[in-house]
């Protein structure tokens, strides 16, 4: 058993934002994924590790086919399914992804040696907010998809360290819907998150440096180009 996220599970992300029959449709009718991915996709399920789901992989797809990004840097890890759904669709990517949790980082490193057969994917250990101001590479694309209270503290960083015309992606940004509420309707144990994602849109929807944009896929994603 994966006990971190059986522990501590943010029950918000497993909220569909969109009409429950059409998101149903697009994960039933859009393509799946198959071999390696297919089978982490199957243990996220069954552990109860979050992945992005399959509408926002379809997106990737579509994304990273199009953009073909040479430098990758993903926040978030997990069990490493996202970056090896970058690695295959971007395959001349190099991919940096960053995760603190000792437990994710040992079945991200297992499956990394089992499935990232170009040797694209680089993980770090620890935390994002120290590793962020080590690095040294520049970056096409940037997917952050980790503590969501943190996405707000990690940007300026994130932003030093993006190409001109780079994107910026960030996950489970509507909170099953709890963004759009007033903040005393927020449960207490959520007000963090609430409170770091609304300084998340004002530094980035607000901004004239910025072309942003909210999409509905999963539990919402935040698009951010720096112009």
Excluded: C, W
């Amino acid at each position: 058993m994966v006990e971190t996220y059986n522990q501590n599970s943010n029950p918000n992300m497993r909220r569909p934002v969109v009409k429950e029959e059409i998101v149903d449709f697009m994960r039933q009718r859009l393509q799946p994924v198959t071999g390696g991915l297919k089978e982490l996709e199957n243990f996220a399920k069954a552990e109860n590790v979050p992945v992005i789901p399959h509408e926002t992989v379809a997106y990737f797809r579509l994304l990273l086919e199009s953009l073909q990004p040479e430098k990758i840097l993903e926040i978030g890890t997990a069990i490493g399914f996202s970056a090896l759904l970058m690695a295959e669709h971007a395959p001349q990517a190099q991919i940096t992804t960053i995760d603190r949790n000792p437990e994710m980082i040992e079945l991200a490193k297992a499956n990394f040696a089992k499935y990232d057969s170009r040797q694209q994917i680089t993980l770090l250990e620890g935390d994002a907010v120290d590793l962020l101001e080590t690095l040294e590479d520049s970056y096409d694309l940037v997917f952050m998809d980790s503590a969501k209270s943190k996405y707000v503290v990690f940007l300026p960083q994130v932003l030093k360290r993006l190409n001109p015309d780079g994107l910026i992606l960030i996950d489970d940004v509507f909170q099953g819907g709890d963004v759009a509420k007033p903040f005393e309707d927020i449960k207490r144990g959520q007000r963090a998150i609430y409170r770091g994602l609304h300084s998340l849109f004002d530094a980035t929807l607000d901004s004239s440096d910025l072309t942003s944009s909210l999409l509905p896929l999963g539990d919402g994603l935040l698009m951010i180009r720096k112009k």
